[in-house]
């Protein structure tokens, strides 16, 4: 099923039929208002503490901690949603750029124990010197070139 954009929806979105929802988890009971771009099994939003204009969340609907839970179906549509963020991001905003990421568990830094992936634009200038990109969640480790 290709994403669809959600025009004037009111209605939460996680719907009754799937079976795993934390009703204590923010990433399980999103406001339909929230949604940018929706699958049957994952959903897009604007994240809430942007790091850049445009910065998304890919979610899988089933509340799942980890990448390494989702099922094939589900990891497939993240990645139909990624494309699909993508070209939302450009309309909106035309980055230069993007760094896509998982913190997946808490040791890599995952706040929040429903799995999302960050779509984050970058733009020319935004950091003197944008090499290394992701490698700078261990800054020791993240300049190899010098």
């Keep these: 099923m ?7 929806a009111s209605v939460v979105a996680m719907t009754k039929t799937m079976p ?10 999103l406001p339909a208002d929230r949604i940018l771009l ?3 099994l994952a959903l897009a939003v604007r994240d809430a503490f942007p790091v850049s204009p445009g910065h ?14 989702t099922t094939k179906e589900e990891r497939g549509a993240l990645l139909e949603l990624l494309d699909a963020a ?8 035309a980055p230069d750029g993007y760094n896509i990421g998982i913190n997946d568990r808490p040791a890599a830094g995952q706040t929040l124990p429903h799995l999302h992936v960050h779509v984050i634009p970058r733009y020319s200038g ?21």
């Excluded at 290709?2 to 004037?8: F, T």
């Excluded at 795993?20 to 009971?29: G, S």
């Design 126 to 146: 935004d950091h003197p010197d944008p090499r290394g990109g992701v490698r700078w969640v261990l800054p020791s480790k993240a300049n190899y070139w010098s």
């Design 2 to 8: 290709p994403a669809q954009k959600l025009q004037g």
């Design 86 to 93: 993508k070209e939302a991001i450009e309309q909106d905003h």
């Design 56 to 69: 998304t969340l890919l979610i899988p609907r089933r509340h799942v901690c980890s990448f390494f839970e």
């Design 20 to 29: 795993t929802l934390e009703p204590n988890c923010p990433l399980c009971i």
């Design 38 to 40: 929706q699958e049957e």
